[in-house]
């Protein structure tokens, strides 16, 4: 009795001391590990930053063709670095397209050619990508395919050899048909291994494509309609842009340092180049065309009304162009690279209230994006119940392939650490994927933490997430999708427009430097 | 068994295989009902023979079982690998316990189940 009694004192207390460290452990994680979990580093600026809603938001200027002609329109473009106040007082270099940040817009139709040339004025080799553009392999900005600057010496410039890289010198003409639905593109920097830093000082545009479908809706125009570029950055003593490259030349090392490599995020949330912007409305519809510009930062964008109010925010549209049918967001998660088309009405609110952009994710500074001050009453629209009528339906039965492609942390050529694609880095020599022309094909992404996947030249829809029915923001015809930490989703394309190699990549810019890219060949 | 597999599933769906998702489903059902046999088997003990212990670390698996469900299922991985972890190590002691301080014979087919 009294062996029993010890042994059951004994167990007891193993068992204690088990639940204890077990607790302690879940304790520790629970007070350790960023909730919802983080996507970057993020710098702190030491410029003196202005007060949220100080600033009026700019609206990029709209380019205008060189020359106009039956064939289409053709344009011109500069790539220079230039100073701009971006912070009150100071001025922040810039590399621009066109001396402006964001770059200057593009308007164009579906089906109308449009040739931008663009003539390469910086310090660094660049080349330009039409994100979610319908775009032939010649002119889709493959990473290698670089325009040197005038009297570029660099032995390398970028850490692997490319046999079919077609490198040019100063300028470039870049050629877009654009046969594909209403939607807003944006072009950037995909240079090989420098993108984020690229993107960072400032290489991105918006490129929108108009169709018959969307002006059949009557959805708000002109000034009611608002490009929305969210960006975020940090700015140095001196009110320059600070970004931890390894090499801040850009032409030799490339990489951030250590602590950054899940991802660069900033302190300052810029929309279309300007800190926490406010901008005047009226009682009604507006559109806001959202692109999250970010090289690593999520957001959750939330309206919220003075009273605490959630204003809705109506979604028409993701990355490649119009909904089904409108999907009502309280809060809509916006990972790198995506675009969301949303209609809000500020209907009902008072003369000389503000409404916040507010960013769900977001903590300090970073909780606010910008605010919208209604200044007068305004004619109401309604929200059409309908929207397009063209998205492509692939059904699961079609697919000729079924692919599972992993996006996980790894090593990259040179053994530092870096992000892979099916545990390798990214090398133009290699062929990841090949594709039959025509053929659709179901690819089942797998991820370890964040990573917001784009694919090149295609449009795709989402099938299930985790197994399951897709999230309400996965609706419509996308080119990026996030996901999110050990989540799988399942997407459906088909792979036609044009042969040739493509990319397929991690859109958090960081990862995409540090070797999560991979081949697609179309064939 | 069902719960030492659960790691190796979830390390094949994270190494880039699809189907590995699957079987951390079927997996995690599997446990969750091997955990609710358990604890009537506990309960059969308590009553039967007046011992408790199995019943309350039977009982408090499950409830670790059932939050680690949930952990996986709404993606909140900072609990889902450390309770993970914890919950392995619960199953191995609780199996030692059981198999070094054996129950009066007639209760050792019921509780071989857990």
Same mark, same amino acid.
């Given at each position: 009795?009294?062996?029993?009694?010890?042994?059951?004192?004994?167990?007891?207390?193993?068992?204690?001391?088990?639940?204890?460290?077990?607790?302690?452990?879940?304790?520790?994680?629970?007070?350790?590990?960023?909730?919802?979990?983080?996507?970057?580093?993020?710098?702190?600026?030491?410029?003196?930053?202005?007060?949220?809603?100080?600033?009026?938001?700019?609206?990029?200027?709209?380019?205008?063709?060189?020359?106009?002609?039956?064939?289409?329109?053709?344009?011109?473009?500069?790539?220079?670095?230039?100073?701009?106040?971006?912070?009150?007082?100071?001025?922040?270099?810039?590399?621009?397209?066109?001396?402006?940040?964001?770059?200057?817009?593009?308007?164009?139709?579906?089906?109308?050619?449009?040739?931008?040339?663009?003539?390469?004025?910086?310090?660094?080799?660049?080349?330009?990508?039409?994100?979610?553009?319908?775009?032939?392999?010649?002119?889709?900005?493959?990473?290698?395919?670089?325009?040197?600057?005038?009297?570029?010496?660099?032995?390398?410039?970028?850490?692997?050899?490319?046999?079919?890289?077609?490198?040019?010198?100063?300028?470039?003409?870049?050629?877009?048909?654009?046969?594909?639905?209403?939607?807003?593109?944006?072009?950037?920097?995909?240079?090989?291994?420098?993108?984020?830093?690229?993107?960072?000082?400032?290489?991105?545009?918006?490129?929108?494509?108009?169709?018959?479908?969307?002006?059949?809706?009557?959805?708000?125009?002109?000034?009611?309609?608002?490009?929305?570029?969210?960006?975020?950055?940090?700015?140095?003593?001196?009110?320059?842009?600070?970004?931890?490259?390894?090499?801040?030349?850009?032409?030799?090392?490339?990489?951030? /340092?250590?602590?950054? @490599? $899940?991802?660069?995020?900033?302190?300052? %949330? *810029?929309?279309?180049? +300007?800190?926490? #912007?406010?901008?005047?409305?009226?009682?009604?519809?507006?559109?806001?065309?959202?692109?999250?510009?970010?090289?690593?930062?999520?957001?959750?964008?939330?309206?919220?009304?003075?009273?605490?109010?959630?204003?809705?925010?109506?979604?028409?549209?993701?990355?490649?162009?119009?909904?089904?049918?409108?999907?009502?967001? /309280?809060?809509?998660? @916006? $990972?790198?690279?995506?675009?969301?088309? %949303? *209609?809000?009405?500020? +209907?009902?609110? #008072?003369?000389?209230?503000?409404?916040?952009?507010?960013?769900?994710?977001?903590?300090?500074?970073?909780?606010?994006?910008?605010?919208?001050?209604?200044?007068?009453?305004?004619?109401?629209?309604?929200?059409?119940?309908?929207?397009?009528?063209?998205?492509?339906?692939?059904?699961?039965?079609?697919?000729?392939?079924?692919?599972?492609?992993?996006?996980?942390?790894?090593?990259?050529?040179?053994?530092?650490?870096?992000?892979?694609?099916?545990?390798?880095?990214?090398?133009?020599?290699?062929?990841?994927?090949?594709?039959?022309?025509?053929?659709?094909?179901?690819?089942?992404?797998?991820?370890?933490?964040?990573?917001?996947?784009?694919?090149?030249?295609?449009?795709?829809?989402?099938?299930?997430?985790?197994?399951?029915?897709?999230?309400?923001?996965?609706?419509?015809?996308?080119?990026?999708?996030?996901?999110?930490?050990?989540?799988?989703?399942?997407?459906?394309?088909?792979?036609?427009?044009?042969?040739?190699?493509?990319?397929?990549?991690?859109?958090?810019?960081?990862?995409?430097?540090?070797?999560?890219?991979?081949?697609?060949?179309?064939? | 068994?069902?719960?030492?597999?659960?790691?190796?599933?979830?390390?094949?769906?994270?190494?880039?295989?699809?189907?590995?998702?699957?079987?951390?489903?079927?997996?995690?059902?599997?446990?969750?009902?091997?955990?609710?046999?358990?604890?009537?088997?506990?309960?059969?003990?308590?009553?039967?023979?007046?011992?408790?212990?199995?019943?309350?670390?039977?009982?408090?698996?499950?409830?670790?079982?059932?939050?680690?469900?949930?952990?996986?299922?709404?993606?909140?991985?900072?609990?889902?690998?450390?309770?993970?972890?914890?919950?392995?190590?619960?199953?191995?002691?609780?199996?030692?316990?059981?198999?070094?301080?054996?129950?009066?014979?007639?209760?050792?087919?019921?509780?071989?189940?857990?």
């Amino acid at each position: 009795m009294g062996e029993l009694r010890t042994s059951r004192r004994r167990l007891l207390g193993i068992g204690a001391g088990l639940g204890a460290v077990a607790a302690g452990g879940l304790a520790l994680s629970a007070a350790w590990a960023r909730r919802p979990a983080v996507t970057g580093e993020e710098l702190r600026s030491e410029a003196e930053l202005p007060q949220a809603f100080s600033l009026p938001l700019p609206i990029p200027p709209v380019l205008a063709p060189v020359e106009s002609g039956a064939g289409g329109d053709r344009y011109e473009m500069v790539q220079r670095e230039v100073e701009a106040e971006i912070l009150p007082g100071y001025a922040t270099r810039l590399w621009t397209y066109e001396g402006s940040f964001p770059g200057p817009t593009i308007e164009a139709r579906r089906g109308r050619p449009v040739t931008v040339l663009h003539r390469n004025e910086l310090t660094v080799p660049t080349v330009v990508h039409l994100h979610g553009g319908r775009t032939p392999a010649a002119s889709d900005g493959y990473p290698t395919d670089l325009v040197l600057p005038q009297g570029w010496t660099g032995h390398h410039a970028h850490s692997m050899p490319d046999d079919r890289a077609v490198v040019t010198d100063v300028q470039r003409e870049y050629g877009f048909p654009l046969d594909q639905r209403a939607a807003m593109l944006w072009y950037h920097d995909h240079r090989m291994d420098f993108t984020g830093p690229a993107i960072w000082r400032g290489l991105a545009g918006l490129h929108f494509v108009r169709d018959e479908v969307e002006d059949a809706l009557d959805l708000p125009r002109s000034d009611r309609e608002l490009p929305l570029m969210i960006a975020d950055r940090a700015f140095d003593a001196e009110g320059q842009l600070a970004y931890p490259s390894l090499d801040p030349t850009l032409t030799g090392e490339h990489g951030v /340092e250590e602590p950054f @490599l $899940a991802g660069v995020m900033g302190d300052v %949330v *810029l929309v279309n180049g +300007a800190p926490w #912007p406010i901008h005047e409305v009226d009682t009604g519809l507006y559109r806001l065309r959202i692109l999250n510009a970010s090289n690593a930062r999520h957001y959750e964008l939330e309206a919220v009304a003075e009273d605490g109010r959630t204003v809705p925010l109506v979604q028409i549209g993701s990355d490649q162009g119009l909904l089904a049918a409108p999907v009502r967001h /309280e809060r809509l998660p @916006l $990972a790198p690279a995506e675009r969301y088309d %949303v *209609l809000i009405d500020f +209907a009902g609110l #008072p003369v000389g209230s503000t409404v916040r952009l507010a960013n769900r994710l977001g903590s300090g500074g970073t909780a606010e994006v910008m605010a919208f001050r209604i200044a007068r009453e305004g004619a109401s629209a309604p929200i059409p119940e309908t929207l397009a009528d063209d998205l492509p339906e692939w059904d699961r039965s079609e697919a000729a392939v079924v692919r599972d492609l992993a996006f996980r942390a790894g090593r990259m050529e040179d053994g530092r650490h870096g992000w892979v694609v099916d545990g390798l880095p990214f090398d133009p020599a290699r062929t990841d994927v090949t594709a039959r022309f025509g053929e659709v094909e179901v690819w089942r992404l797998i991820a370890d933490v964040h990573h917001p996947v784009h694919l090149h030249l295609v449009g795709f829809r989402v099938l299930s997430r985790g197994g399951r029915t897709p999230l309400p923001h996965d609706a419509g015809l996308k080119d990026t999708v996030s996901l999110r930490p050990g989540e799988a989703v399942e997407i459906i394309t088909r792979f036609d427009g044009y042969r040739g190699r493509f990319l397929f990549h991690c859109h958090n810019a960081e990862h995409e430097d540090m070797g999560m890219m991979a081949n697609l060949e179309i064939v | 068994m069902a719960g030492f597999l659960q790691p190796v599933f979830a390390g094949v769906y994270l190494s880039g295989d699809y189907d590995g998702l699957a079987w951390h489903v079927t997996g995690a059902n599997l446990v969750s009902y091997i955990g609710i046999i358990q604890l009537g088997a506990a309960v059969a003990v308590w009553v039967r023979v007046r011992r408790a212990w199995p019943f309350w670390t039977s009982l408090a698996l499950v409830l670790g079982a059932t939050a680690q469900y949930f952990a996986g299922d709404v993606g909140a991985l900072w609990l889902h690998f450390p309770l993970g972890v914890a919950l392995i190590a619960g199953i191995a002691a609780v199996f030692a316990a059981v198999w070094r301080r054996p129950l009066p014979r007639r209760f050792k087919a019921v509780r071989a189940h857990g």
